[in-house]
């Protein structure tokens, strides 16, 4: 098994950026696919980013309009997330996944996962 956690979430102004992190343990993500999901109190989980194990290929949704970029650094067992140009509506707490042979956006179709990280966007 893999256990998740994620850090580098915070209160930040609308427009501003943070950089989220899932540091891996128990065993290497080199070979698995890694995602970021979110979700906000009283809504359902929302896929954010996924990429491949190479990192060659990645996936966003649509929502997030190119502001997050999605990497990660097997030889750290670390994966990534950088949000720019944050809103209001990205208020909610980060989750990082790992598992499945390919990107999906389904959160069921993941395995593991992290307790998560607050994402606050207010003035």
């Known amino acids: 098994q893999v256990q998740l956690v994620e850090s580098g979430g915070g209160l930040v102004q609308p427009g501003g950026s943070l950089r989220l992190s899932c540091a891996a343990s128990?065993?290497?993500?080199?070979?698995?696919?890694m995602a970021w999901f979110c979700q906000a109190p009283g809504k359902e989980r929302e896929f954010v980013a996924g990429i491949s194990w190479s990192g060659r290929s990645t996936l966003y949704a649509d929502s997030m309009k190119g502001r997050f970029t999605i990497s990660r650094d097997n030889a750290k067992n670390t994966v990534y997330l950088q949000m720019h140009n944050l809103h209001p509506e990205d208020t909610a707490v980060y989750y990082c996944?790992?598992?499945?042979?390919?990107?999906?956006?389904?959160?069921?179709?993941?395995?593991?996962w992290g307790p998560g990280t607050q994402v606050t966007v207010s003035s």
């Open positions: 996944a790992a598992d499945p042979s390919r990107i999906l956006t389904r959160s069921l179709a993941y395995t593991y």
């Open positions: 128990g065993r290497t993500i080199s070979t698995y696919i």
